[in-house]
């Protein structure tokens, strides 16, 4: 006998815990299923892993940063601990350790769904498994030889868990580029395969770059101002909050030592392959500098402040080899983003579009009634899987749930 609830939310990170607090506020009865424990992605984080955004844009509904260092990043520990407490002072109804293996429809509009302790029938879902749910390894990454370890970002733990030698990471997003610099000051001898990817100072005129994209609107830019689907995909702004926060992108890495290459190509055998494309690149990330730069100005001027100093981000100089030996690497790191992965579970395939991404309209599904989703890349806004915007779109989704 399957259990019987109205609404189930899947998956208790901050957009889960999100969506719960303000069904609440709504009314709605529910219960939040979470596979491993409050927080599991940020928990499954490497070791020294912190935010790239200050803590003061940790703003949940009925949940925001009250500690004493607003202009600080908050580590994976501390992002665990401000999630564990929301959920307690919510009294959340967050059943932990029920994965959730299958969603599929049934024939009186109401929802199945099959998880490790049992079945539940559910009239409305909400789907909060947030925006990094399955590794993305590039065309060609097979090819590698058996002994040379190769894992994903979600792998990674430290640079003394790697085996000796040399380290390959493979991506140049954020996430690439901090375990690059993590690795180079171990003492590891680190090559940098990089792709397309955007980069920005830390603070320009004494505040941080977020503070600028806030201003600027950038964060609250819709869906519908992407160039093309293919832009939900765009890496974000290489950036890092270690030491309380310092530029890193792929022209810092190069002067502290990593070797850049271009994008990875193929791997055979003891030889790993890469495209000339590093200078294009790095234009294509300078385009987007620039584009941020215009932004920046424009607030500079409309709030009456001294335009700030703004980098010159110079030339990037050689492409770097365009194959390297492996046969003295111990490890290569798979960066190269996340993907959605609903599909392996959501018996509605026709729910999504071809990269996977939900077909939904203000986090409500255009195919299915009844099913929800939060904390998608790009749901509503850019700002829609951030600490800082999903309590934005939880609002919105729990009014749709509280009037179907």
């Not at 596979?35 to 940790?58: E, H, K, M």
């Not at 390894?137 to 058996?146: E, L, Q, S, T």
């Not at 055998?269 to 790095?282: I, N």
């Not at 983003?337 to 409500?364: K, T």
Request: charged letters at 25%.
């Amino acid at each position: 006998m399957a259990e019987d609830v109205d609404v189930v939310v899947v998956g208790a990170g901050q957009a889960g815990l999100s969506a719960s607090r303000e069904l609440a506020e709504a009314g709605v009865e529910h219960v939040v299923l979470e596979r491993g424990r409050i927080a599991q992605t940020w928990r499954d984080r490497w070791d020294s892993f912190c935010l790239v955004t200050p803590n003061w844009t940790v703003q949940l509904p009925a949940g925001h940063y009250e500690g004493n260092d607003p202009d600080g990043y908050l580590l994976r520990d501390d992002v665990v601990a401000h999630l564990e407490a929301y959920a307690g002072n919510l009294a959340a109804p967050v059943r932990e350790g029920v994965e959730v293996r299958s969603l599929q429809p049934e024939d009186d509009a109401r929802f199945l769904l099959e998880t490790s302790t049992g079945n539940i029938r559910a009239r409305c879902v909400v789907l909060g498994t947030g925006a990094y749910q399955r590794s993305f390894r590039p065309p060609g990454a097979a090819g590698f030889p058996a002994g040379l370890e190769a894992i994903d970002v979600t792998g990674y733990r430290n640079p003394q868990a790697l085996p000796p030698g040399r380290v390959l990471v493979v991506g140049s997003g954020q996430s690439g580029c901090q375990i690059a610099e993590e690795l180079h000051q171990s003492g590891r001898d680190v090559v940098l395969s990089c792709g397309r990817a955007p980069w920005a100072p830390r603070r320009l005129g004494g505040r941080d770059i977020v503070w600028w994209a806030v201003q600027g609107g950038f964060l609250d830019q819709p869906v519908g101002s992407l160039p093309s689907d293919e832009a939900k995909l765009w890496a974000n702004f290489q950036s890092t909050g270690h030491g309380g926060g310092h530029d890193l992108h792929v022209r810092t890495l190069r002067a502290m030592g990593v070797t850049l290459v271009g994008r990875f190509a193929a791997a055979d055998g003891h030889t790993a392959r890469f495209a000339t494309d590093l200078r294009a690149s790095v234009a294509w990330g300078d385009e987007r500098f620039g584009q941020l730069m215009d932004m920046v100005r424009k607030v500079a001027a409309e709030q009456g402040f001294d335009q700030p100093e703004l980098p010159d981000p110079g030339p990037i100089g050689d492409e770097g080899p365009s194959e390297i030996d492996l046969r003295d690497f111990g490890a290569v790191v798979f960066a190269g983003g996340f993907r959605p992965d609903y599909r392996s579970w959501v018996r509605l395939p026709d729910a999504f579009d071809e990269a996977g991404f939900p077909l939904q309209r203000d986090g409500r599904s255009t195919v299915v009634p009844g099913m929800y989703f939060i904390g998608v890349h790009f749901m509503r806004k850019r700002k829609s899987s951030l600490l800082y915007g999903v309590g934005e779109d939880a609002g919105v989704v729990a009014r749709s749930v509280s009037a179907s």
